[in-house]
Structures are given as structure tokens and as C-alpha cells.
């Protein structure tokens, strides 16, 4: 079974120095964890050093931050080899960025607005606004190929991950380029909503024969909210994607409390399909910083995923894998607790409340 964590550096230390994460690793290990999603593409930058963002964003790495005068890539994957562990690097912003970045900044004929001719739109009820760039532009086209491939190209990594913010919000599109190139594209019975899934299947599509090209073994894994919101939402249509090979390996974004509507998401019917096709793990919440899950409410879910015969799970994030709360004051996991969840000695869905 695939055991994963998602590591990143909001609300977490464990990638800010060589130590966190030589310990950080260790620790995962010992609960038998075996793959890591380190971020690697956050706010406009990245977290390693990069010739291809410089060379748009001026930064070979996050400005002001613990991973500069580093390269945070290649450490993981030092460290996670005699560990086993499979190291698949998550661009995690996808095509989103921070409107104050120097990519939204510099070249804003390559981001997209809505009808209004807004560019920022807020993303899952946070407080500072995003924008993002457009994937019918040939230039983010090739950027965001180019810093991907770059990746495969240069480390040793199992394979890369693009979660849902590789989407086309389906309040965006209405900028002059779009409009254009959609007048231009359009037949009698083209959808203006299919057309833009259309362009991020394309996308989709060129990175992994870029990648493809360089290692067949490559894994393309994709970290999609549930298919009716990622479509309705987001434009993404991951049933699609994998009915045409374009991924390797999805990785369910379930974020619910509650058992039974989490039961309910690994039932449908698309989930179900495509469990008999790739590898399929659920994601599941450990926690925010300001939002606490209870430990006996992941044991639940682990229970079930294992009950119900998926390839795995993945947890966000690793901080609150450990810690139950950040803040205001850190309250720990008890340890024997988690070794009772994660470790191959996994708990049945009957026995499972017990956990508290």
C-alpha cells in the first residue's frame, strides 16, 4: 500500500533546514510512510534552484526564504533513498499565483480575468485573493512545461504531481487573448465550458509527452478535489485524463469530517473506475493550523480506505500528521497512537472509535 505525506513549507518547518527534514523523514519512515509530495512550486517561485523560473521570474528560488544558497530537491532525495521512499515533487500552485508576485507583476497579458475584467478571484474561502496564469497562452504553455520537464530532467524523482490549482477556473477566460482564440478555434457545436477544459487537457497533454519522452517510468500523479466540483469549478475533467493515459496515479483530494458523506465520496461511481484502472489513493485532512482533526477521526478513514481496497492514502500535511494542533499552543499526537494507525498492523473500521 502507498503511504504519503504531503510536505510544505506554510505552517510546517520540516523543509526549512537539512536537520527538519533528515528528522522529519526518519519519523515517517518508522510509521512506514513511503512516498513524500514535497512541495517544489509555491506563490510564483520556486523552492529549489531553477534557471527556467529565473529566467521568467527573475528568482531562481523563493526570495527571502530558508531554501535560498540550498538546493531542497536534491537534500530529499539524498535523504530519502536509503529510506525507500518515492520522492514526487508537487508543483503545488499549479497555474496559480499571488497577484503581488513578480510574475503576476510582470507579465499580466499572460493572466486571465472574469467578465468583469477582474484578475484576482479568492480560492477555497481564503482571505488573500489569487490570479492565474492562462493556460491558452503559448508562453505559460511552454513555461510551465519547461519548469516541470526541467525537474524530470535533472533529479532522480519517481515522478511529479500537479494538483487542483492545474485548473482553469471556469470564472476566467473572458480576456481579449482568450475571447480571440476561442473565435478563432470555435464550430457550430462547440461548448464554451468544454473548449477551456479543452486547453488544460492540451496542456495536460504536451507536459506528459515531454516527460514521457525523457523517462517512460515517470509517474504522472494528479491531486483532484472529487470529479463534479473539479468539473464544475475548475474545468478539470480527470476521468477524462485518465481514460486518455495521462496519468499514473490519482491522488483524491476527500477532505470531510464526517464518515459517512467520506464513505459516500469513495463509492461513486468515477471514483470506483478508475480505482480498477491506476493506482488510486484518497487525501486525506490531518489538519490546518487553525483547524484541528481528532486522531481517532483519521483512524477512521484509514480504516476505510484500507477496507475499501484503494491503493493508498496521502495525508495533508506532515506538521499536523504529528500535532493535532499548531495553534495558539502545540498539542502532540500520542505516538503509540499513531503507530496503531499508519504502521502495517492497520485497525478495522469496527474498532477504530476506540482511538481518541
Request: charged share 20%; hydrophobic share 40%.
Given at each position: 500500500?502507498?503511504?504519503?505525506?504531503?510536505?510544505?513549507?506554510?505552517?510546517?518547518?520540516?523543509?526549512?533546514?537539512?536537520?527538519?527534514?533528515?528528522?522529519?523523514?526518519?519519523?515517517?519512515?518508522?510509521?512506514?510512510?513511503?512516498?513524500?509530495?514535497?512541495?517544489?512550486?509555491?506563490?510564483?517561485?520556486?523552492?529549489y534552484?531553477?534557471?527556467?523560473?529565473?529566467?521568467?521570474?527573475?528568482?531562481?528560488?523563493?526570495?527571502?526564504?530558508?531554501?535560498?544558497?540550498?538546493?531542497?530537491?536534491?537534500?530529499?532525495?539524498?535523504?530519502?533513498?536509503?529510506?525507500?521512499?518515492?520522492?514526487?515533487?508537487?508543483?503545488?500552485?499549479?497555474?496559480?499565483?499571488?497577484p503581488?508576485?513578480?510574475?503576476?507583476?510582470?507579465?499580466?497579458?499572460?493572466?486571465?480575468?472574469d467578465?468583469?475584467?477582474?484578475?484576482?478571484?479568492?480560492?477555497?474561502?481564503?482571505?488573500?485573493?489569487?490570479?492565474?496564469?492562462?493556460?491558452?497562452?503559448?508562453?505559460?504553455?511552454?513555461?510551465?512545461?519547461?519548469?516541470?520537464?526541467?525537474?524530470?530532467?535533472?533529479?532522480?524523482?519517481?515522478?511529479?504531481?500537479?494538483?487542483?490549482?492545474?485548473?482553469?477556473?471556469?470564472?476566467?477566460?473572458?480576456?481579449?487573448?482568450?475571447?480571440?482564440?476561442?473565435?478563432?478555434?470555435?464550430c457550430?457545436?462547440?461548448?464554451?465550458?468544454?473548449?477551456?477544459?479543452?486547453?488544460?487537457?492540451?496542456?495536460?497533454?504536451?507536459?506528459?509527452?515531454?516527460?514521457?519522452?525523457i523517462?517512460?517510468?515517470c509517474?504522472?500523479?494528479?491531486?483532484?478535489n472529487?470529479?463534479?466540483?473539479?468539473?464544475?469549478?475548475?474545468?478539470?475533467?480527470?476521468?477524462?485524463?485518465?481514460?486518455?493515459?495521462?496519468?499514473?496515479?490519482?491522488v483524491?483530494?476527500?477532505?470531510?469530517?464526517?464518515?459517512?458523506?467520506?464513505?459516500?465520496?469513495?463509492?461513486?461511481?468515477?471514483?470506483?473506475?478508475?480505482?480498477?484502472?491506476?493506482?488510486?489513493?484518497?487525501g486525506?485532512?490531518?489538519?490546518?493550523?487553525?483547524r484541528?482533526?481528532?486522531?481517532?477521526?483519521?483512524?477512521?478513514q484509514?480504516?476505510?480506505?484500507?477496507?475499501?481496497?484503494?491503493?493508498?492514502?496521502?495525508?495533508?500535511?506532515?506538521?499536523?500528521l504529528?500535532?493535532?494542533?499548531?495553534?495558539?499552543?502545540?498539542?502532540?499526537?500520542?505516538?503509540?497512537?499513531?503507530?496503531?494507525?499508519?504502521?502495517?498492523?492497520?485497525?478495522?473500521i469496527?474498532?477504530?472509535?476506540?482511538?481518541?
Amino acid at each position: 500500500m502507498l503511504k504519503a505525506v504531503w510536505l510544505t513549507n506554510v505552517d510546517s518547518q520540516v523543509m526549512n533546514a537539512h536537520a527538519n527534514l533528515a528528522e522529519g523523514l526518519q519519523r515517517l519512515a518508522a510509521l512506514g510512510f513511503n512516498t513524500i509530495y514535497p512541495a517544489v512550486w509555491q506563490r510564483g517561485y520556486t523552492l529549489y534552484p531553477s534557471a527556467v523560473a529565473q529566467e521568467l521570474t527573475g528568482a531562481s528560488v523563493l526570495p527571502n526564504s530558508p531554501f535560498e544558497g540550498r538546493d531542497l530537491l536534491a537534500e530529499i532525495i539524498e535523504l530519502a533513498e536509503p529510506l525507500a521512499m518515492r520522492v514526487i515533487p508537487w508543483f503545488e500552485y499549479g497555474l496559480m499565483v499571488p497577484p503581488q508576485s513578480a510574475l503576476a507583476r510582470q507579465y499580466p497579458d499572460l493572466l486571465s480575468c472574469d467578465k468583469s475584467g477582474n484578475l484576482q478571484r479568492n480560492v477555497n474561502g481564503k482571505p488573500d485573493p489569487q490570479v492565474w496564469l492562462n493556460p491558452c497562452h503559448d508562453r505559460v504553455q511552454r513555461f510551465i512545461a519547461d519548469l516541470i520537464v526541467d525537474v524530470v530532467d535533472r533529479y532522480p524523482v519517481t515522478g511529479i504531481q500537479l494538483d487542483d490549482h492545474f485548473a482553469f477556473p471556469v470564472e476566467l477566460g473572458y480576456d481579449r487573448f482568450t475571447q480571440q482564440l476561442f473565435q478563432q478555434d470555435r464550430c457550430a457545436d462547440v461548448n464554451w465550458n468544454d473548449w477551456r477544459a479543452g486547453q488544460l487537457t492540451a496542456l495536460l497533454t504536451d507536459i506528459v509527452s515531454s516527460l514521457k519522452s525523457i523517462r517512460r517510468d515517470c509517474i504522472v500523479s494528479i491531486s483532484p478535489n472529487p470529479l463534479s466540483f473539479s468539473k464544475s469549478r475548475y474545468l478539470v475533467d480527470w476521468q477524462q485524463w485518465a481514460e486518455l493515459g495521462l496519468i499514473d496515479e490519482l491522488v483524491l483530494q476527500v477532505y470531510r469530517d464526517r464518515l459517512d458523506i467520506f464513505s459516500h465520496e469513495l463509492t461513486k461511481p468515477e471514483v470506483r473506475a478508475i480505482q480498477t484502472k491506476i493506482p488510486t489513493l484518497i487525501g486525506i485532512l490531518t489538519g490546518l493550523k487553525t483547524r484541528p482533526i481528532a486522531t481517532e477521526t483519521i483512524a477512521q478513514q484509514v480504516a476505510m480506505i484500507g477496507a475499501k481496497g484503494f491503493g493508498g492514502y496521502a495525508c495533508f500535511f506532515y506538521e499536523t500528521l504529528f500535532d493535532r494542533q499548531l495553534s495558539p499552543i502545540l498539542v502532540s499526537r500520542n505516538q503509540q497512537q499513531l503507530i496503531e494507525i499508519f504502521r502495517d498492523r492497520q485497525l478495522t473500521i469496527d474498532n477504530c472509535d476506540s482511538i481518541g
